[in-house]
């Protein structure tokens, strides 16, 4: 993504597009704008439009023009940046933002590997922590708690070194094999393949457990001992 | 030697996060530093009126920050304490009128004049949030002893934990002791064994903090308070100081002590 126009730019963001006019007169601003979409309907259809409008002094007809401009041409336009305050002001009256905060840490990931082997596990060596989701095709070990209000996908088995209070759903993709072990399995939820069992009650002395479908197709947690 | 920044925050509302600023406030600048506390919650302020300084504000943080007046200008000094200052929030506007760029800008000018600068931040973990530990070298979590604002809690610290602003340090407020010996309420225990970061402090619930507040005299003015001894001691833990936690055991009734006592014997 790049620029193209001599007074137009346009970034990518990363959720949308950065497009950023100058001080030209305001018409003739809104009319190049509009015709390099049209020269590239494709590529701005469906997009998420953020708009610096350097000092450009706006009203709320300028601005609810361009926004029905942009929305037939399948444009959403969510931010309008300004040096003037008067633009800010009318861009917030149409419950615009006026600006772009920077984008928010990573809480939910995504983890993938190439060539993933029936063997692979993510090994993550902290807690999560509430608000945290893990999302894996493999395994995943936790070397920690996981918090209520944390999430563990895995298409595998998940084991907790830890406390487990949050939510895990292992064997996401269907595999009724995978296990959940935990060294304290009080979890608000867990899930293996498409059996789900609601909230364990926390024990006074945790013993290490381990959760699978057992025989009758039911998602149980036994004790686990070394014999 | 530039202030340090100290945020205070919580995730959930109504924990106590703006009483905390406010007797932290007090209990610094009555050992003698020089501290500016900022109202971060813009649009609901109330900082103001728990100092006691709800008429004297003149301007607010959004007015130095589009440039309608001076920084000092919006500092607003204590009635009492002549090292405490307030920059009051805006009560008309929104959380939008500010940036986290605004903030950095407006507390780098703070550093050189003060030896503290506490930050009020709003609840939740939208912009007000952001804005307010963007500036922070330190940050406080504030939870009560209950499993939804601990649950808060945990969110927050991580977040804290994702900004590379550290895991914070806990306060634990509105602890009541006779609910926790009868397994009522949450112990600090249970909190920090959930939220495993540093504990500066746990402050009783006593009902001086409502008085206080209602009057603009937060309560660690009042010697007598055990809430008040809470926050000067975390105030000292601030301060780099080695205080031990109270005995909050011992604040029950004569008889209930006495009973304790011979039940100990």
Sequence with gaps: MAETNSQIQIKGLRDGLLV???????????????????????????????????????????????RDELSDRGIFLWAVISESPTTEKTAQLLG?????????????????????????????????????????????????????????????????????????????????????????????????????SAALKPQQNPKPEIARINENGKLQAELWSAA | MPAEVITITSGKGGVGKTTAVANLAVALASSGSKVVCIDGDIGLRNLDVILGLENRIVYDIVDVIEGRCRLKQAMIRDKKLPEL???????????????????????????????????????GIERGFRNAIAPADRVLIVTNPEVSAVRDADRVIGILEAEDKGPGSLIINRLNPTLVRNKDMLSPEDVLDLLAIELIGIVPEDENVIIGSNRGAPVAYDPKSRAGQAFRNIARRLKGETVPFMDLESQGSFWERIQRLAGRK
């Design chain 2, 85 to 123: 200052y307030l920059i009051p929030a805006a009560q008309t506007r929104d959380k939008n009128a500010v940036s986290s760029a605004d903030m950095l800008r407006l507390i780098k000018d703070l550093r050189s004049m003060c030896e503290y600068v506490l930050i009020d931040s709003p609840a």
């Design chain 1, 20 to 66: 950023s006019l100058d001080d030209a007169p305001w018409v003739e601003q809104r009319t190049a704008f509009l015709t390099q979409v049209d020269a590239q309907p494709d590529f701005f259809k469906g997009a998420r439009l953020a708009l610096d409008v350097a000092s450009q002094v706006l009203h709320v007809n300028d601005l609810v023009e361009l």
């Design chain 1, 96 to 196: 615009l933002a006026t600006r772009i905060s920077k984008p928010r840490p990573e809480e939910s990931r995504q983890f993938s590997v190439e060539d993933l082997g029936e063997d692979t596990a993510l090994f993550l060596n902290r807690t999560l922590r509430s608000g945290t989701r893990i999302e894996f095709a493999g395994h995943v070990v936790v070397l920690g708690d996981v918090n209520p209000g944390g999430e563990i996908i895995a298409e595998g088995s998940v084991i907790i070194w830890g406390r487990l209070r949050g939510m895990v759903h292992a064997g996401s993709k269907g595999n009724r094999n995978a296990v959940i072990c935990a060294l304290d399995l009080s979890p608000t939820q867990l899930r293996i393949a498409d059996e789900a």
